[in-house]
C-alpha cells in the first residue's frame, strides 16, 4: 500500500505532516529521515506539498535541518514538549538536564478550598524546590492523601532523596498517573519564593495549579507549583471549529493531541542563571 492511498482528507500537506508525526513518534533523536524528493516520490505528490510539510514540523521543533547532510529527528531539548502528564523530573531529563530537589516540608496540611479531596480529609503537604543541574527553578507544593501516604509507604525520608520523583514513586506502587487538570497564571512572586528562587523584587512567576487523578478518578496529587518564568512558557494547538468558534485541543486523551509533541508546557533555557 502506497503512502498517498493512506491519506483521507483536511490539506494535503496537512496530511503528510501528521503521518509524518506518527512515524517520528517512534524514532531515536538523530535519526535521519527521508529526503523530501525521496517522500514526494513515495507519497505521489509535489516536492513543495512535501516541502510545506516539512516545514511545519520544523516550526514545531520534531525534526531539524542540517545543511548538506539532510533532516533528521530533534534532538530531545528541541523536541522536548512535556506531555500534560510528565513530571518536573522526566521533562528536564528528556532535555538532557539534571533534576534533583531540596525537601522544605513533610508535615501534616489542612484542606482548603479548591482541593480535590473531600472536605475533613486527612492530608499531607510535600514542599520541594525543584533545581536544575543544581540551580533553583520552581518551588512545589504537593497535597497527597494522607491515606495514600501511608498506603504507599512514602516518607519524609524518601521524600527527602535529591532523585525523588512523585510520579515515578507512584508507577512503583502501581498508582499511574492517567489524567491532570492545569490552570496557569503570570503573578508577582512572594518574599518566600524570591527568597528560594533567587528573584528579584517585582520579579513575576508562573504559578500552576494542577490536579493529578488515576484511572478510576482517585486524586493522586493536587500541586500548586511556581516556576521562574525566565524558564517556563507553554504552547497550545488552536483548531477552528464549525460555527465560527474555536476550541482548545488540551484533552490528554484526544489522540491527535497525543501526537502533537509541540502542544504544552516547556521548560528552559537552561544556560544562564541569574
Known amino acids: 500500500m502506497s503512502r498517498s492511498s493512506r491519506i ?3 490539506p494535503l500537506y496537512a496530511q503528510i505532516a501528521e503521518k509524518l508525526r ?8 538523530g535519526t535521519r529521515i527521508a529526503s523530501e524528493p525521496q517522500l514526494a516520490k513515495e507519497w505521489g505528490v509535489s516536492r513543495f ?36 502528564l510528565l513530571s ?12 534533583t ?20 480529609a486527612r492530608l499531607v503537604l510535600l514542599d520541594r524546590l525543584r533545581l536544575v543541574d543544581g540551580h533553583a527553578a520552581a518551588r512545589h507544593r504537593s497535597v497527597l492523601s494522607a491515606e495514600l501516604v501511608s498506603a504507599t509507604g512514602l516518607t519524609r525520608e524518601i521524600a527527602a532523596r535529591s532523585s525523588f520523583s512523585l510520579y515515578r514513586f507512584f508507577d512503583e506502587h502501581g498508582l499511574s498517573v492517567h489524567s491532570a487538570s492545569e490552570q496557569l497564571v503570570a503573578q508577582s512572586a512572594s518574599a518566600d519564593d524570591r527568597r528560594l528562587l533567587g528573584l528579584k523584587k517585582g520579579a513575576v512567576v508562573v504559578a500552576v495549579v494542577r490536579h493529578s487523578f488515576a484511572t478510576e478518578g482517585t486524586p493522586l496529587d493536587a500541586v500548586s507549583a511556581t516556576y521562574d518564568a525566565r524558564r517556563y512558557s507553554y504552547e497550545a494547538r488552536l483548531v477552528r471549529a464549525q460555527g465560527n468558534s474555536s476550541k482548545w485541543e ?22 544562564r542563571y541569574g
Open 22 to 29: 506518527e512515524e517520528i513518534s517512534g524514532l531515536d533523536s
Open 101 to 120: 530537589h531540596r525537601l522544605l516540608a513533610f508535615e501534616p496540611v489542612g484542606w482548603y478550598e479548591g482541593l480535590p479531596y473531600p472536605q475533613g
Open 88 to 99: 518536573f523530573t522526566e521533562a528536564v531529563e528528556a532535555a538532557g538536564h539534571k533534576s
Open 250 to 271: 488540551k484533552d490528554h486523551e484526544d489522540r491527535n493531541l497525543d501526537r502533537a509533541r509541540h502542544i504544552g508546557p516547556r521548560l528552559g533555557p537552561w544556560g
Open 8 to 10: 483521507h482528507s483536511g
Open 49 to 84: 506539498t512535501v516541502a510545506r510539510a516539512v516545514e511545519q514540523l520544523v516550526d514545531e521543533g520534531l525534526i531539524t535541518r542540517r545543511q548538506g547532510s539532510g533532516t533528521f529527528v530533534a534532538e530531545a531539548p528541541l523536541r522536548r514538549a512535556p506531555g500534560y
